[in-house]
């Protein structure tokens, strides 16, 4: 069984910055695809950013391209996402998902294609 968790959010203010951390753990690890996505408070769940696990190519949003990067160290079986120019609207809890089972037309900003979630973590923005 698969678990992730993630750590790292919190309160910052605007302009700051904040690194997420999704550590997964279960025997053979070996996800095709790790995501991260957010929920603001009576809004549905947003895709933020995706990681192909073996080769590392990258997508974000565009609400947060430039400014988020997500990466991966499969040594550890984690991924993070780097936040930079925090904005208020980036107020949400982050959750990071993986793929671990082959999804035939895979869509990486769909939650349904993914099958295990971590709890979420916190992120306030303050102006």
């Known amino acids: 069984q698969v678990q992730l968790v993630e750590a790292g959010g919190g309160l910052v203010q605007a302009g700051g910055s904040l690194r997420l951390s999704c550590a997964a753990s279960g025997r053979g690890f070996t996800p095709y695809h790790m995501a991260w996505f957010r929920q603001a408070p009576g809004k549905e769940r947003q895709f933020v950013a995706m990681?192909?696990?073996?080769?590392?190519?990258?997508l974000h949003s565009d609400d947060v391209k430039g400014r988020f990067t997500m990466s991966r160290d499969k040594d550890k079986n984690t991924v993070y996402l780097q936040m930079n120019s925090l904005k208020p609207e980036d107020t949400a809890v982050y959750f990071c998902a993986a793929e671990t089972v082959y999804t035939p037309g895979y869509t990486y900003y769909n939650a349904l294609d993914y099958d295990f979630w971590g709890q979420g973590t916190q992120v306030t923005v303050s102006s």
């Open positions: 990681i192909a696990w073996g080769h590392g190519n990258t």
